[in-house]
């Protein structure tokens, strides 16, 4: 029996407008009616979380920045780990070397040194992906999505990463150049202590090794009293790889990297078509048929 269900959010519970459908909304009320827990589990930032769910009504517990946190529904943090100040700024080092555009996930909010780097990565990403569409319209929805992840414009790194309370959740680094990504990889697999993902084609996540999907939903059900055999877990790329392994219920969305589809137990519609939803009611009416 399903007791605990667990959802990534871009590329899963998110359609490609970064919203949440009613049919995904009224799925997760069903579940939650049944005494089901619902979990998001995401490489977003919480303010990020909340600023999406906030506008469903739901009110949900979430595993943060690829398990580096574990927030409560009020939002209290049970659980974090995150990367020292040296380790931070060696990880630094090799992004700047091979000028790739990153972001940086804190306690204190996620930063950026150059502001417009970051729009024009985002706008030729999207661009490459959908040539069709104009690309000032895609250049003011990407500033308006950058406004809307609160990030902070800093002029250095540095002081972040000399606070002797230094407490660096992840890395996000972005960039057309795919060879140019598995160099940084390569590169920063040498450094000790980090879990190296990605959550598409175009990006790069760092965190540190014990901040993965699959660690902090193994505690968060645990501390629940849930066992994973009970749990069910959603998501398209590689960095829910690890939860999608642990799970009795993986499910895999249509949108996912062929490689996802083949370890989940289970496939369902495109995050764009409810797959989500689809999921979880099929989930439901079969716990109901086997009762």
Do not use: W
């Not at 000028?99 to 040194?113: A, D, K, M, Q, V």
């Not at 972005?174 to 959550?199: C, P, Y």
Request: glycine content about 8%.
């Amino acid at each position: 029996m399903i007791k605990c269900i667990a959802t990534d959010m871009d590329g899963t519970l998110l359609n490609a407008r970064q919203e949440v459908s009613e049919e995904n909304i009224r799925a997760i009320r069903a579940a939650e009616e049944k005494g089901i827990d619902v979990v998001v589990v995401t490489g977003r930032a919480y303010n990020e979380v909340r600023y999406v769910l906030d506008k469903t009504g739901l009110k949900l517990p979430a595993i943060c920045v690829n398990g580096g946190e574990i927030r409560d529904v009020e939002g209290k943090v049970s659980y974090s780990v995150g990367l020292n100040g040296p380790t931070a700024a060696q990880v630094t080092s090799v992004f700047e070397e091979l000028n790739i555009y990153f972001e940086l996930y804190t306690e204190g909010g996620t930063y950026t040194t150059d502001y417009e780097k970051g729009i024009q990565v985002l706008v030729d990403i999207y661009h490459t992906a959908n040539p069709s569409q104009d690309v000032e319209k895609i250049r003011e929805s990407a500033d308006e999505r950058f406004h809307q992840r609160l990030i902070h414009v800093i002029d250095e790194f540095e002081p972040i990463f000399d606070a002797k309370d230094c407490h660096v959740y992840k890395f996000l680094a972005f960039s057309l150049d795919e060879e140019l990504l598995m160099e940084a990889s390569e590169r920063l697999k040498k450094i000790g202590g980090l879990e190296v993902t990605s959550s598409g084609r175009n990006n790069l996540e760092v965190m540190h090794h014990e901040a993965q999907k699959g660690s902090a939903l193994r505690r968060y059900v645990e501390d629940k009293g849930i066992s994973l055999e009970d749990t069910m877990a959603m998501g398209d790329n590689y960095n829910d790889l690890s939860m999608l392994k642990i799970v009795g219920h993986s499910v895999a969305m249509g949108n996912s990297e062929q490689e996802i589809k083949n370890i989940c137990r289970y496939e369902t519609d495109t995050n764009d078509e409810d797959g989500v939803a689809k999921a979880i009611m099929k989930a439901l009416e079969q716990m109901e048929t086997t009762r």
